[in-house]
């Protein structure tokens, strides 16, 4: 795993920077970066967030967390999913829902947990906000995604439970800061970040030779990550 600091020394080196590793990226007690140092560090930092941005399915911003839904509250944004006693997961921190990883149980077991299916938020504003059923209240076994982002649970919840609803989501892409933060991809390709910080510095420079290095070591690592951190795509069964 490389941290921050690592990496921007790493860049550092690649380029051929020759004043030493260093010793931190912060800019308190008196120390102060120079200002190709902080062009390497926003290099870096900027080509992590970048790389978060780039698919909005990467496996290594998946994350899984639960809530209690309310009685008769059919809609929850996700500042009401973050609230009260779910640390696992902020708003600030949402980027998507993953639409097929809804779980919904009562028992402290687990043992009446069963899935709940998505529908496309027209189907169930169709359904479960039409008529008498805006006040027909059970155990919801579907979810949808409203415009704005917020979940909708249909049934609407009703007062017998509470009801503990699954859920993973995407999370969104977070910067570096500290000297030992790290990122959430596998360590195998944080070099990545490395050469597409060092491409910039190739570009800031007019340095071709050591953008083209640096795009020969995107091009190798680049497909590996896909491959690795997409979903799989799978077939179906034979039509016939």
């Given at each position: ?16 920077i ?10 308190t ?87 709940a ?14 008529g ?67 491409r ?39 039509l016939?």
């Amino acid at each position: 795993m490389s941290t921050f600091l690592q990496m921007v020394n790493q860049c550092r080196v690649e380029a051929g920077i020759t004043s030493g590793d260093l010793s931190t990226l912060q800019t308190t007690g008196g120390n102060a970066l120079s200002a190709e140092s902080t062009r390497f560090k926003n290099w870096i930092n900027n080509e992590w967030m970048r790389i978060q941005a780039d698919k909005d399915q990467w496996q290594f911003l998946r994350k899984e967390s639960v809530f209690t839904a309310q009685a008769l509250t059919a809609k929850y944004t996700p500042a009401t999913v973050g609230a009260g006693s779910n640390p696992s997961f902020t708003a600030a921190q949402f980027a998507n829902w993953k639409r097929d990883s809804f779980r919904v149980y009562r028992s402290p077991d687990y043992t009446d947990e069963m899935l709940a299916g998505f529908v496309n938020y027209d189907q169930w504003r169709n359904i479960y906000q039409y008529g008498s059923m805006r006040t027909n209240y059970s155990r919801p076994v579907a979810v949808s995604v409203a415009p704005d982002k917020s979940l909708c649970l249909g049934m609407i919840p009703d007062s017998s439970g509470p009801y503990y609803v699954v859920f993973e989501y995407y999370q969104a892409p977070q910067g570096l800061s500290a000297d030992t933060d790290a990122p959430t991809m596998p360590a195998q390709y944080h070099d990545l970040i490395v050469f597409r910080a060092l491409r910039a510095y190739g570009y800031f420079m007019s340095a071709a030779e050591v953008a083209e290095r640096a795009n020969t070591e995107i091009a190798r690592i680049y497909p590996k990550l896909l491959a690795d951190q997409l979903p799989v795509t799978m077939s179906g069964p034979p039509l016939a």
